[in-house]
């Protein structure tokens, strides 16, 4: 079995835990990779995490970001997330808990018994192009946040129009992303159990409410009146556009699948305060 790990780059209790558990993995005739950042710092050698979808799991160590980064390369392999970060919905394990844990998988995969969750994941598409997808959320925006920097926007749901306004952009959030940037542009809760895209645009002028739709519906967000506009891939610029320009965003595979035990949603949104 091979064990990829990504832990947290600059954080030296990050770093300790991934020599602890590379020692552990190894005793327990596991390989292991390391992702270059955590190589670096272990003073080993390392591989991009681009090649950690060749592993049989991989371990995440750090806050949301550090596991939505080892995602990125993970692509459906599974992911244990252990939790260094104040919030940690996407990491559900303590670092006190995180051998136990991460051994205990090694077993179960061996055993046959390896059980994962599968969570959706979207992308953005336009004409002759496919953007990165996403695990938390699609924006697409004008050039810039604030006064002057946005754009006109149509917000279209499987082809029915439903809204149509001046806004800084939309958003569409997973239910993962729901407790993310569109928490903070006041969009809804998703329980992870519920299946459902969310549509929020950013501080519209005229707009609708944020809106939960049915998970293989297709929103096309229209943008006009801005020199630029640009979509961004879970905080990450995946293309600049040229209004008018028209993006389609939809459920995309493959789903991130989610090894371990699951975090207690209630309790972590506690944290939120």
Same mark, same amino acid.
């Given at each position: ?6 832990a ?14 590379? !020692? /552990?993995?190894? $005793?327990? %005739?596991?390989? #292991? &990779? ?9 003073? +080993?050698? =390392?591989?991009?995490? !681009? /090649?950690?979808? $060749?592993? %049989?799991?991989? #371990? &995440? ?9 080892? +995602?990125? =390369? ?23 808990? +995180?051998? =136990? ?25 336009g ?34 129009l ?36 969310v549509?929020?645009?950013?501080c ?28 961004v891939?879970?905080g ?38």
């Open positions: 079995m091979n064990v990829g790990i990504v947290q780059r600059g954080n030296r209790r990050a770093a300790r835990l991934a020599s602890d558990l590379r !020692s /552990r993995l190894r $005793e327990a %005739d596991a390989s #292991v &990779s390391l992702d270059e950042a955590t190589a670096e710092a272990l003073d +080993a050698e =390392g591989s991009p995490v !681009s /090649r950690f979808a $060749e592993c %049989d799991l991989v #371990v &995440s160590i750090g806050g949301d970001g550090t596991f939505l980064f080892a +995602a990125r =390369g993970a692509q459906d392999t599974p992911i244990l997330g252990v939790n260094l970060g104040e919030v940690g919905f996407l990491n559900a394990v303590s670092p006190e808990d +995180a051998i =136990g844990a991460v051994l205990a998988e090694v077993e179960a995969f061996r055993a046959g018994d390896f059980e994962v969750r599968e969570v959706p994941r979207i992308a953005a598409r004409d002759g192009w496919w953007g990165e997808p996403a695990a938390n959320e699609i924006v697409v925006q004008g050039p810039r946040r604030g006064r002057g920097g946005g754009a006109r926007v149509e917000v279209r749901v499987d082809g029915s439903y809204s149509e306004s001046d806004a800084d952009g939309v958003l569409v959030a997973t239910p993962t992303g729901s407790t993310a940037y569109n928490l903070s542009e006041y969009g809804p809760l998703v329980h992870p159990q519920i299946e459902g895209l549509v929020n645009e950013m519209a002028d005229d707009g609708m409410p944020p809106i939960v739709v049915p998970p293989d519906s297709e929103v096309t967000v229209a943008v006009t009146g801005a020199e630029r506009a640009v979509v891939s879970d990450r610029i995946s293309r600049e556009l040229a209004p008018p320009a028209e993006v389609r965003i939809a459920t995309s595979g493959p789903p991130m699948r989610l090894a371990g035990p699951q975090s207690d949603f209630f309790q972590a949104l506690e944290k939120l305060d």
